[in-house]
């Protein structure tokens, strides 16, 4: 199962592009699903389609998925919904903490939606999908650009802060508990606090291993501009520091002229001809940064009117131009990003590379350099924008306001950190050994 996860900077029309992609996979035969956590009009004025929500006591993450055209369904999720079937879980597994601190559960009309709750059911979402096993490829229209590189990231923190708040090898005299719980007359709860963290836990691993699979990859949308530019660069760096794929950029809304190739529509125009070339300037940027690293860029005109409906889907996936690193371009309604192509992906022919944390080596330089070299691909960082922190058997690296805690090799526990340099889209981080800690030969 393929899954691509479409995000891009606010307003740049991920939704129109998700949507699209979702089309033209479903007209190449396959079964596709198009997930969105958006609440708003957008996803169904796009689709041109209802999108229904669960039934009352329904506990599904989503309501039926509506058929928006032969082989493709949408659904929209259901946040709230979500949120408090885990409010009622929760109360309903503290109960007896509840009565100990003399505490008043709160009825289940009072459990309104707290923010933050939409990040952990898009995720939930996710799994629940795979686990179905029904769909060829799943489309999910994603938050804008950054608050998608935080979701993607979360349930790794998450299981982190788990681990060291309640860490396992802490549970002592856990077979004590079933006594000591009968002594009380009442469950222990420190004993429900774990199991709670365990089933948190075996949850986010699941997502996590959703996430981190070879089929899955994102998708950046961007209308091309100054500030498009700068956004994906800084965002596309932190999704490499979070171990995500990228598979393409769709460069969307692009104007008569802005492709290199056709003429404006109003040539005589200087407000039209402003605009245009300050996307061919962006355009060429997007070009030089992301052909380099093979990522293709797929093009989609301007329809000169908001995309609505199957039919307008349809002529955007007809009239996309993709171009690969060759520089050549794919014909209209081609099979995909991979090999290249337009919007959609050759499920069948497509092998997962790996994330970007397996492309993380350590080069071996101590016969010549006396160092130990541990190199962490960053397309597109500046260095500027870098922090590192060593702490313990950890190296935080930030990326402007994004962090990941990476556990360092086991060779470099046994090191110092003697310097790093940002070379040809990748953090290389020097480490010495340390004499006390290092083997010594005998």
């Known amino acids: 199962m393929r899954t691509v996860l479409v995000t891009g900077p606010g307003g740049a029309g991920r939704t129109t592009a998700a949507a699209a992609t979702a089309l033209a996979a479903a007209r190449e035969g396959r079964r596709v699903l198009l997930l969105t956590a958006d609440r708003g009009p957008a996803p ?7 999108l229904p929500a669960p039934k009352p006591g329904d506990a599904a993450l989503w309501g ?12 929209r999720i259901a946040t709230g919904e979500h949120f408090q079937d885990r409010a009622r879980d929760l109360q ?42 029904a769909w060829d490829l799943l489309v999910a229209d994603m938050p804008p650009l950054h608050a998608t590189v935080r979701l993607l990231g979360l349930p790794e923190q ?14 002592a005299a856990r077979a004590l508990r079933p006594m000591l719980a009968q002594l009380a007359g009442v469950p222990m709860p420190a004993q429900r606090l774990y199991e709670t963290a365990e089933r948190w836990e075996a949850e986010l691993a699941a997502v996590q291993d959703v996430l981190e699979e070879d089929g899955t990859t994102v998708r950046l949308v961007a209308e091309p501009g100054p500030l498009a530019v700068a956004e994906l660069r800084l965002a596309r760096a932190a999704l490499a520091l979070q171990g995500c794929r990228v598979d393409a950029l769709v460069a969307n809304r692009l104007l008569p002229g802005a492709d290199g ?10 407000w039209l001809a402003g605009l245009v070339a300050e996307q061919l300037d962006a355009r060429k940027t997007l070009h030089e940064e992301f052909l380099t690293d093979g990522v293709t860029v ?17 002529e955007l996936s007809l009239a996309a131009r993709s171009t690969t690193i060759g520089g050549g371009n794919g014909s209209a309604g081609g099979v995909g990003v991979i090999p290249g192509g337009g919007l959609t992906d050759e499920l069948d022919g497509w092998q997962g590379t790996g994330s970007a944390d397996g492309d993380r080596t350590v080069e071996d330089r101590l016969a010549t ?4 070299l541990w190199r962490l691909p960053l397309p597109g960082a ?19 306001p994004f962090r990941r805690v990476l556990p360092l090799p086991s060779a470099l526990r046994r090191c110092t950190v003697s310097g790093a340099g940002l070379r040809d889209g990748a953090l290389c981080v020097r480490f010495t050994p340390d004499p006390d800690l290092w083997p010594r030969p005998a």
Request: glycine share 10%; aromatic share 2%.
């Open 44 to 50: 169904e004025a796009v689709l041109g389609t209802a």
């Open 64 to 75: 039926p998925p509506a058929e928006a055209a032969p082989g493709l369904h949408a659904a």
């Open 92 to 133: 309903e597994r503290g109960a007896s903490l509840f009565d100990l601190l003399g505490a008043t559960p709160l009825d289940p009309e009072e459990l309104t939606e707290l923010p933050g709750a939409e990040p952990l059911a898009l995720l939930t979402a996710l799994r629940a999908a795979h686990e179905e096993r």
């Open 158 to 171: 998450l299981r982190r802060y788990l681990r060291r708040l309640l860490p396992a090898e802490r549970q």
């Open 261 to 270: 190739g056709s003429s404006p529509a109003a040539p005589g125009d200087p």
């Open 298 to 314: 797929c093009e989609l005109p301007h329809l000169g009117r908001a995309p609505r409906g199957a039919h307008d889907l349809a």
């Open 369 to 372: 350099d006396g160092v130990l």
């Open 382 to 400: 500046r260095r500027d924008e870098l922090d590192l922190l060593r702490r313990g058997d950890e190296l935080i690296v930030g990326i402007g």
